[in-house]
């Protein structure tokens, strides 16, 4: 695969590769495996689109028979938040005396995931934890915790397994970097 890659007008270089990735997901696997032994009391809630890939393969290396269920919410336009979320596929999961783990590609602002927070209050699981592949401390404005963190990056843009420009890159297998110019 090439070291810098091209979409529309920008220029992105390998930032993280695959085999990196996969040791990242491999420790996360590790970790909820540890902490939760009876998967079947186990919610997984998966943000699309960009955690597709990542929570493809996290659910892969998971023991047991947890549920698994998705939600949509978008807040992107192109490479900048555009401050506004929009919810466009919904829960339709029963959370009642479930551990829920919420399955992201990528928490930076933490906007998205505090508005999606908010309208979990309704319901009556036990725990409710994060998971997320990359987190942006830099960026990062709100105050709630992330028990599963893959890796902390810097505040660059990124695409590739999952992360996107426009809907172009989420294909790609390894991550890149936008580059300056």
Known sequence: MESEIKIKDKTFKKYIRQNEISGII??????????????????????????????????????????????????YNSTDQSGKIKQLIGLNEDLTDKHVI???????TGLTMKH????????????????????KPGKF?????????GKEISDEFIIGYGFDLDGSG??????YQLKEN
């Open 102 to 108: 919420i399955v992201e590609d990528i928490v930076d």
């Open 26 to 75: 491999d420790s996360l696997a590790q970790r909820i495996n540890s902490d939760y032994t009876d998967m079947q009391s186990v919610v997984f809630i998966v943000m699309l689109n960009g955690a597709f890939m990542f929570a493809a393969d996290l659910l892969k290396r998971i023991k047991g028979l947890p549920t698994i269920s998705f939600v949509k919410f978008s807040s």
């Open 170 to 175: 989420r294909n790609l297998a390894d991550i």
């Open 141 to 149: 404005q709100e105050h709630f915790p992330i028990k599963y963190i």
């Open 116 to 135: 999606f927070l908010q309208q979990m209050n309704g319901f009556k699981y036990k725990t409710l934890d994060i998971c997320t592949l990359m987190f």
